[in-house]
């Protein structure tokens, strides 16, 4: 099946820096990609819509200038929190649907995700 | 977008078929049901989609009655390695937007020896 890496696994940064995930799909393309965070013992919240090409759809609520996402190419999109704090500290996942699914597929394919601790 | 409601844990033995119940009262005509499986420090896995009667693939069988009002994931003969997070999902997957997928909280699956 397709395959949705993230770099990195997992990262330490200190309060008030900031800190770039990515998001790469191995053996397709994506013109859509998208941004989950999730904590301890909780579900999925999706954050963002990353659009190849255009500006990121955001959740409501989901501070815009604080989670900046790129997605320059149709196999990379890029999560960066900016100034974090303690309360970023989050298990972040990101998908991505393939532009051109095989018939009767309608999938979208998840990263692993990454660990992101701030102290 | 569908609202899910599942149930909050579910406990088994292992060798036992284990089923989840997803209900999903206000699907859309163009909406298919989607479950996925998430491992603690992993990514979701897709495990089964369907539209309706009946899925079955490798790992789990859907069944999906005719209203469509809700659906049942089964896991034929689980094992330890099944314990994980089940979520089932439900949206319009040929509407050609982006189809975003809306989680709700998943049922707990506890196997046990």
């Known amino acids: 099946g397709a395959v949705v890496s993230q770099h990195p696994s997992r990262v330490i940064c200190k309060s008030g820096t900031s800190v770039k995930i990515e998001c790469r799909s191995l053996d397709f393309q994506a013109t859509t990609m998208f941004w989950y965070r999730q904590f301890p013992k909780k579900s999925l919240m999706l954050m963002a819509t990353s659009n190849e090409g255009s500006k990121a759809t955001y959740e409501q609520g989901v501070e815009k200038d604080k989670f900046l996402i790129n997605h320059a190419s149709l196999t990379l999109s890029t999560l960066t929190v900016t100034s974090a704090h303690p309360e970023d500290s989050s298990f972040y996942i990101c998908?991505?649907?393939?532009?051109?699914?095989?018939?009767?597929?309608?999938?979208?394919?998840f990263g692993p995700g990454t660990r992101l601790t701030v102290t | 977008l569908a609202k899910t409601t599942q149930p909050i844990s579910m406990d088994s033995y292992e060798g036992q078929e284990v089923n989840i119940t997803c209900s999903h009262n206000n699907i859309a005509t163009n909406d298919y049901i989607t479950w996925y499986q998430q491992f603690p420090s992993q990514g979701p896995r897709f495990i089964i989609q369907g539209y309706k009667t009946k899925v079955t693939n490798e790992v789990a069988s859907l069944f999906i009655p005719a209203d469509r009002k809700s659906s049942t994931l089964s896991l034929p003969r689980v094992s330890l390695s099944d314990t994980a997070v089940y979520y089932c999902?439900?949206?319009?997957?040929?509407?050609?937007?982006?189809?975003?997928?809306?989680f709700g909280a998943g049922t707990r699956l506890a196997v046990h020896p």
């Open positions: 999902l439900v949206g319009d997957w040929f509407s050609g937007g982006y189809n975003k997928l809306i």
């Open positions: 998908s991505a649907r393939d532009r051109q699914p095989p018939v009767e597929t309608y999938e979208q394919y």
